[in-house]
């Protein structure tokens, strides 16, 4: 095998050809599909003299080829690996070709692909190639005129891009569609489908009055569980009118689920194409999570019509622009939906949980990557997650309405352009007036700054001063940063629980009660003046930066923040600071056999936050929820498994003991028989319920949990007692597992939470009991989501487990890799990065890993992508 190629930021060069319009038409049979594809080719007035026309073509069986209507001979172009290059081209011709392509044994579910009866297309990031010879790369943007041909009986909705402009029948019970796209675009925002599929249908009135057709495409027996995804459309569209000031572009919108995607969703210009887990719920079979990520999903690949596809990316080292962006403005849409500290709480979670380990390990990269092997590796927690944060801290710096105007800058200047990310902080500058020069590091440099903060009080001055000092590590390929532009929104608290007006040495006029210091420099000091008694600081408030803070807080002081602080987001993460110094100080005492034992003031504190009754139930939960065996990982140097999950057990168990009385107190208050409701305030009642129920499990018998099980009339419910009941090692457990099944065994994303549950137990035996489950009928190794639910739950979210000292739980993560490489390269790709902390660990556990990386990296025929992940963990 030849290594696979790096492709670099630094050799970008704009096209040489574009194609301007494109006519596809696309002949589906049962073993074979036959694609021909017109292209109108124009030269750039920027091509290099006697520049070839290149074309990338992946998997095709060229049949035919033409220019300008003349049959090409093999003297006339190259054909080598995956592209054809034409030599000698005019200024402007028209290219056609004809390829034979195998959609019914595509498993890699990239290019077009059968899965579950239908045809459908996935062509982010370069899937297109698989579809037709194409410049496949962003920069090309063309009109595309679309028909497909399939038997009509079969497959009797035919869909592309775009509005419908011709349809009729054909012999041989053989219909068509075409449909035609006014909108200019990049081929990864291609799509069409043909398959058999209910059509619910609604319409959405924009501000300018026009009306759009709504139009979700589902399997007949789910019609019934759209109706909160066709809300949460409507709620993003006029979401995006009041916000921004952007209205959908075309007189339809179409929604297609699949059971069977690689990723969450896509957004194929007027054509999603949906995972069908963030589209089908009712709350029967789906929990107030899942509606939730609905309503957040929907949203996005909805506003991905403007920030992606009107402002699309001129090469997929931006990706960021597009993903970033968009994460934000999602954020910011469920926020409004809902409470908007929860919201925050849960996208930190998500951040610290999977975007600071990567940030941390072999794949390190900025947010706008220099370089790549295969770009599907690229479709990070950083570029996402991080992405947002870095648009969250210009909207920090820039404020709402300074924000504003420059989103309207960014899509006066470049709607219909093809650009980079530099573009969108230049808009933003611009608009503004304020300077981002140093900013720009966010986009060039990996690695989380670590912002240690000294405190020191003058009580004969009056004067408070923060210093902050910041590291930012070294990442690979990067090493002696510079100190990056950090905002730091903070506050002062008084003894008394009252805010301190934080006026800085210097200024005449008292200052506001919150302020955003912007921290640029390797250390800064800040005094506030006239402060009459030494306060505690609360720092990063709504987590204003993606980064690591260390402050010397003592017990006391995080519990005195956790009670006092006026930003919801940082009582939070005061009580998550608490429990993770707690539980990591107790690992040392795991390993030396030591008794363990909880200071007073924790579960006092613990017990105050849990029976407050003005504090939404929902921070409550959040508070009271134990940073996971994952994250506390990572707060370790070297990561202790065993002392970890020994340490976090017995806070749990003593919480659960200790305070006994109160959660029972607290369950039995949020009980509720009344009809399901997603209100927030309902949701939150649900939630510190079933917080509830994981403590109480510790403490009472199976019994009541299993009852809890019973007697639930939604998902919600019914899941949060199913994943108590499955760490106990009691009857009730296996028996739940039987019911729970035999309940939903019809319904593939219900047996999805199914597999997970058993996946993610703690209970003995577990590892035996996924090996088990993959032999099952109902998994399928082929469905993405069927991989992650089972697999992927287990190596990524059952720590304990999976780092078994035998090295089984390894081998079971290179089996599936080994397997999947040659089924669907992208999610082994995803599943090899299981490894990629393996550093961190014993040295015995160091060896077990590495040795597996080592028995996937010598794998004949192994995908770039896998290869990409490997090599980079092992150097
Ligand atoms: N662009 C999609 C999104 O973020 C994600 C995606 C990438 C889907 C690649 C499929 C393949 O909305
Ligand atoms: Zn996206």
Not at 160 to 173: K, P, Q, R, S, T
Not at 356 to 364: I, Q, R, T
Not at 448 to 474: G, N
Not at 833 to 853: C, H, T, V
């Amino acid at each position: 095998m030849t290594e696979p190629v790096e492709k670099h930021l630094k050799d970008y060069k704009r096209p040489d050809f574009n194609v301007e319009t494109v006519e596809l038409h696309v002949d589906i049979c049962e073993t074979e599909t036959h694609v021909t594809a017109t292209l109108g080719v124009a030269k750039s007035p920027e091509a290099a003299e006697g520049a070839p026309f290149l074309l990338d073509g992946k998997e095709l069986e060229l049949l035919e080829i033409e220019v300008d209507g003349r049959t090409l001979s093999e003297v006339d172009y190259t054909l080598e690996g995956e592209v054809l290059t034409l030599p000698g081209m005019p200024e402007a011709f028209s290219l056609k070709t004809k390829v034979k392509i195998h959609p019914e044994t595509n498993t890699s579910l990239e290019g077009l692909y059968f899965a579950d009866g239908t045809f459908l297309t996935q062509c982010e990031a370069e899937g297109f190639r698989r579809i037709t010879f194409f410049p496949d790369r962003p920069d090309v943007m063309s009109s595309y005129r679309c028909t497909v041909v399939a038997d009509k009986a079969k497959y009797p909705v035919l869909l592309a891009n775009g509005n419908l402009v011709e349809e009729g029948a054909l012999a041989d019970g053989r219909h068509f569609a075409t449909w035609e796209d006014p909108h200019k675009k990049p081929s990864y925002l291609f799509a069409m489908v043909a398959g058999d599929l209910a059509c619910r249908k609604d319409s959405f009135t924009t501000a300018s009055g026009r009306e759009v057709a709504l139009r979700f495409y589902v399997d007949h027996q789910d019609a019934d569980k759209c109706e909160h995804a066709i809300e949460s459309l409507k709620k993003s569209m006029a979401w995006d009118e009041e916000t921004f000031g952007l209205e959908y572009d075309l007189d339809i919108y179409m929604v297609v689920a699949t059971h069977s995607f690689n990723a969450g969703a896509m957004e194929n210009k007027g054509l999603n194409v949906f995972n069908s887990k963030y589209v089908l719920a009712k709350p029967e079979t789906a929990t107030d999570t899942d509606f939730q990520n609905i309503e957040g999903v929907i949203g996005h690949e909805y506003f991905h019509n403007w920030t992606g596809n009107r402002v699309t990316l001129c090469n997929w080292f931006q990706l960021s622009l597009k993903e970033g962006l968009t994460v934000f403005r999602d954020q910011e849409f469920s926020s409004d939906m809902g409470s908007r500290a929860v919201k925050r709480i849960s996208d930190v979670r998500v951040l610290r949980a999977a975007q600071f380990p990567e940030d941390a390990g072999p794949m390190a990269h900025p947010i706008r990557p220099e370089s790549y092997i295969e770009m599907n590796n690229f479709y990070t927690a950083t570029v996402y997650n991080k992405g947002a944060e870095v648009i969250r801290m210009i909207h920090t710096f820039l404020g709402p309405d300074a924000f504003r105007k420059g989103m309207d800058l960014y899509f006066e200047r470049h709607d219909g352009g093809a650009v980079a990310c530099e573009e969108f902080v230049k808009a933003m500058e611009d608009a503004s007036g304020v300077d981002l020069t140093r900013f720009r590091l966010w986009y060039s440099q990996a690695g989380t700054p670590k912002v240690t903060v000294d405190r020191a009080y003058d009580a004969e001055t009056k004067h408070y001063t923060l210093t902050f000092t910041q590291a930012v590590p070294d990442t690979p390929g990067q090493s002696n940063k510079k100190p990056m532009q950090i905002p730091v929104k903070m506050g002062l608290i008084g003894a008394d629980g009252m805010p301190i007006p934080l006026t800085l040495e210097g200024e005449s006029a008292q200052g506001p009660l919150e302020r955003v210091l912007s921290f640029s420099a390797n250390m800064e000091s800040f005094t506030f003046t006239g402060v009459e008694d030494e306060p505690i600081p609360s720092l990063f408030r709504g987590f204003s930066a993606p980064v690591t803070k260390v402050v010397d807080f003592t017990e006391e002081e995080l519990i005195f923040l956790m009670g006092n602080d006026p930003d919801p987001f940082n009582r939070w993460d005061a009580a998550q600071q608490l429990f993770a110094d707690t539980i990591l100080g107790m690992v040392a005492d795991v390993r030396d056999d030591k008794k363990l034992s909880l200071s007073e003031p924790l579960v006092a504190a613990v017990k105050k936050t849990l029976t407050h009754d003005t504090l939404d139930k929902a921070l409550i939960a959040q508070a009271l929820t134990l940073p996971s065996e994952t994250e506390l990982g990572d707060r370790m140097a070297h990561i202790d498994v065993d002392g970890i999950h020994a340490a976090r057990e017995f806070v749990a168990d003593t919480l659960a003991e200790k305070l006994k009385m109160s959660w029972r107190a607290v369950f039995e208050e949020c009980a509720d028989d009344g009809p399901y409701t997603l209100d927030s305030e309902s949701i939150a009642r649900r939630r510190l319920k079933s917080l509830c129920l994981t403590y109480l499990a510790r403490v009472e018998t199976p019994i009541t949990t299993f009852e809890a099980f019973a007697s639930a009339t939604n998902m919600t419910d019914e899941l949060a007692a199913l994943t108590v009941l499955s760490d106990l090692d009691a009857e009730e457990s296996e028996k739940a597992m039987g019911l729970f099944y035999e309940a939903w065994k019809a319904d593939t994303l219900v047996l999805d939470k199914w597999f997970m549950t058993q996946a993610t137990s703690k209970r003995p035996g577990t590892l035996e009991r996924v090996k088990a489950l993959a032999e099952h009928p109902d998994f399928d190794i082929k469905n993405p989501n069927k991989v992650r639910s089972l697999i992927g739950a287990f190596c990524q979210g059952n720590p304990w487990h999976f780092h078994r000292k035998d090295g089984k739980g390894y081998d079971l993560l290179a089996d599936t890799v080994i397997t999947l490489n040659a089924i669907n390269p992208s999610i082994a790709a995803r599943m090899a990065s299981g490894f990629n902390r393996w550093k961190r660990y014993d040295e015995e556990r160091q060896g077990l890993m590495k040795a597996r990386l080592e028995r996937i990296k010598n794998t004949e025929n192994l995908a770039s992508g896998v290869f990409e992940i490997v090599s980079k963990a092992l150097i």
